[in-house]
């Protein structure tokens, strides 16, 4: 009876301590800052995998602007590991005026599952908001 006793005693114990316990899980995502990582990672050599710390997001930053000083589109897409992360779309509301200053960016954030930051640059929301602003323009054009 004694046996049966301590063996009850340690299961309770270590589920007890269990419970107690943070589970902690970390994130893998793809880690690229080069002059291609808008490219497909998996087929990029520059970029890697990296395990983020407990409690980060998977990124990824598409930004472009354009240069009046050099009369120059520039991009950039940006991938790795954040805290506090929030999506962000400049793109939406991109003036002419912050285009050629500042540039306008793309933040995606997720964290639910490894490498989620793989996806394309331009979300689906933003291919929509081009497909409507291009539509726009052609119908006043052809007027």
């Given at each position: 009876?004694?046996?049966?006793?301590?063996?009850?005693?340690?299961?309770?114990?270590?589920?007890?301590?269990?419970?107690?316990?943070?589970?902690?899980?970390?994130?893998?995502?793809?880690?690229?800052?080069?002059?291609?990582?808008?490219?497909?990672?998996?087929?990029?050599?520059?970029a890697v995998?990296?395990?983020?710390?407990?409690?980060?997001?998977?990124?990824?930053?598409?930004?472009?602007?354009?240069?009046?000083?050099?009369?120059?589109?520039?991009?950039?897409?940006?991938?790795?590991?954040?805290?506090d992360c929030?999506?962000?779309?400049?793109?939406?509301?991109?003036?002419?005026?912050?285009?050629?200053?500042?540039?306008?960016?793309?933040?995606?954030?997720?964290?639910?599952?490894?490498?989620?930051?793989?996806?394309?640059?331009?979300?689906?929301?933003?291919?929509?908001?081009?497909f409507v602003?291009?539509?726009?323009?052609?119908?006043?054009?052809?007027?």
């Amino acid at each position: 009876m004694v046996n049966v006793w301590n063996s009850r005693c340690a299961w309770r114990s270590l589920s007890l301590l269990l419970l107690l316990t943070d589970c902690v899980w970390t994130l893998k995502c793809w880690h690229c800052i080069a002059d291609d990582c808008d490219k497909d990672p998996g087929g990029n050599y520059k970029a890697v995998e990296r395990t983020c710390e407990a409690g980060q997001y998977c990124q990824k930053i598409f930004f472009e602007m354009f240069s009046t000083t050099d009369n120059r589109k520039y991009k950039s897409t940006v991938r790795g590991c954040a805290w506090d992360c929030l999506d962000k779309n400049d793109f939406t509301n991109c003036t002419r005026d912050m285009f050629s200053s500042r540039g306008c960016i793309e933040k995606s954030c997720c964290a639910d599952k490894d490498l989620c930051n793989r996806a394309s640059s331009l979300t689906e929301r933003t291919r929509i908001s081009m497909f409507v602003v291009f539509s726009i323009f052609v119908i006043f054009v052809n007027r």
